[in-house]
């Protein structure tokens, strides 16, 4: 049983990019969650524009990821590993 929250928890706090546990988690509208690096890389690579790799159709201008909320939920988590 524990195993098995230890290994929910790690999903909720792994970021799905890089793999890593996530470094400033930032939310996007669509409320999935990145690094905020890996976010910065994703503008980057699509020329100023962020798609979420998710789900189709959501799009955030490149020069406002700065005001992406932090998810404060998974920051909490990570303070407890």
């Not at 990019?17 to 910065?40: A, G, V």
């Not at 789900?55 to 303070?79: F, H």
């Amino acid at each position: 049983m524990v195993s098995n929250l230890t290994a929910l928890v790690e999903n909720v706090i792994t970021c799905p990019i890089c793999l890593k546990h996530f470094d400033q988690p930032r939310m996007l509208p669509c409320s999935h969650t990145f690094c905020f690096q890996c976010i910065q890389q994703m503008v980057t690579d699509n020329h100023g524009v962020l798609e979420c790799p998710k789900r189709d159709g959501v799009k955030v201008e490149g020069n406002n990821i700065g005001e992406l909320p932090l998810n404060e939920t998974v920051r909490g988590l990570l303070q407890l590993f």
